[in-house]
């Protein structure tokens, strides 16, 4: 009789555990359909910023200036856009925002990310990302 409520409650002990990991393990459902393939090389210098898009953009470099306290700059398949102008057609959109330590992206559309951060501390940094987040270091 012991044996059979030890067996039960283990049993349920493991039945919670996995539970309550399933639970916060998904951040977001994005069905495979809803996003769009892209890779982008994103590069910094002292003051500038540069994104060289290798594949699903109608662009191939963009380049812009950094300042201090400057607003996130929306990129989308067709390039540098503003949230409101952003075409509904275009695949992709996603802000990128720099900081003296960090670049940090938001994912807004076709991605199967939120945000991704990464650190920048020296004059010069190079990461690729695509729409499943970032692909290595380069």
Aim: with cysteine.
């Amino acid at each position: 009789m012991l044996y059979n409520i030890i067996n039960i409650h283990r049993s349920l002990f493991c039945i919670l555990t996995v539970s309550i990991m399933s639970c916060g393990t998904t951040s977001k459902n994005i069905k495979s359909s809803e996003v769009e393939p892209f890779t982008i090389v994103v590069e910094r210098t002292n003051d500038e910023m540069k994104l060289t898009c290798t594949n699903g953009c109608s662009w191939k470099d963009l380049k812009f200036n950094i300042k201090e306290n400057q607003n996130a700059q929306a990129i989308d398949e067709n390039g540098m856009t503003t949230l409101l102008e952003s075409s509904k057609a275009s695949g992709f959109l996603f802000t990128i925002e720099t900081t003296q330590k960090e670049i940090s992206l938001k994912g807004l559309k076709g991605t199967s990310w939120k945000e991704l951060k990464f650190n920048c501390l020296e004059n010069h940094c190079k990461q690729t990302l695509n729409h499943n987040g970032m692909s290595g270091n380069n």
